[in-house]
DNA sequence: ATTGCTACTGAAAACCATTTTCATTAAATG
DNA sequence: CATTTAATGAAAATGGTTTTCAGTAGCAAT
């Protein structure tokens, strides 16, 4: 096992220990632009580690979204899809607009300035008229691809 | 069956028929402020209509997402929820703030209307650039409430 | 290196919201 | 009122996710 990925420190610190199971895993997630679902990731997982479980990628996955090191998204498509967190790993921030006829996900970097800023500035105003601790948001769009339309 | 009901018209207009189920589901929907789970729908109206069933209750919500009558969100706690649509009855436009802890659900009308604005502009820019029809989209906050913070 | 502690693991079973099947019933139309 | 066809309820099936449990492997202290 190596011990000098990026994550490692990560891991640990939160009292988490590093294994192959978890690093194959993460490995998976780095190496994907795709919005991969558990089931994806355990059979591109499985490719080079067949003894891997079902069971530990959810596992597994609980904890990466624990810790930030993930995120975890809702298509309506009956299945949780995952995606390194975008801090991880010079990644761009980005939203998502999603096909609601062939479930194809485009991720949009455009328009993603005023999103964060007027966000940001709802954030603020909800936390303080409703005493909330705001922890994140989600947004995104619905609609019918070019194929699709 | 009384057939004076604000949404008897559309129901007929999309081909459906009007019936004692669906019309009871459509009641306890107008009648709440909350936002009720397939189950919870079928509870409130199994205490005056012992017989219908919790599959005509999912069918019954699938048919009224799909006319626009009510919507369908996701607060992460695995199960869909439902309300009905604001224009249906003099119902306010909000968006939803979710306590991740306690699961409790404020609606918020204050900041809509620059989020209106904005997810209108960005439903336009996106609409050109990726050539989508742009049907719908989500927008929610997470946080800790004043209780669980 | 070896040990001991404890977290981690895989397999199988359980879970549980939702969907499907199918025989019966009731709404709408004329 | 009869006919057509959609709607219904019960039970079974589905399928993503979680739990259980006995065995395994990280890792800190020796």
Redesign the interface.
Known sequence: MKNDNWWCGRFRGCGYKLTVPREAILDVLSLTDKHLSAEDIYLAVHKKYPTIGLTTVYRTLDILVSIGLIYKF?F?DGRARFELAEDSKGKKHHHH?V??NCGRI?D?T??ID??IE?LQ???K???K??????????????????KC?
């Open positions: 809702d309506c607009l096909c609601t485009v949009y455009d328009f005023d999103e007027l500035l709802t954030e105003g909800l936390s008229k409703y005493n909330f601790k705001i922890t994140g948001h989600l947004i995104q769009f619905y609609g019918l691809c070019d339309r």
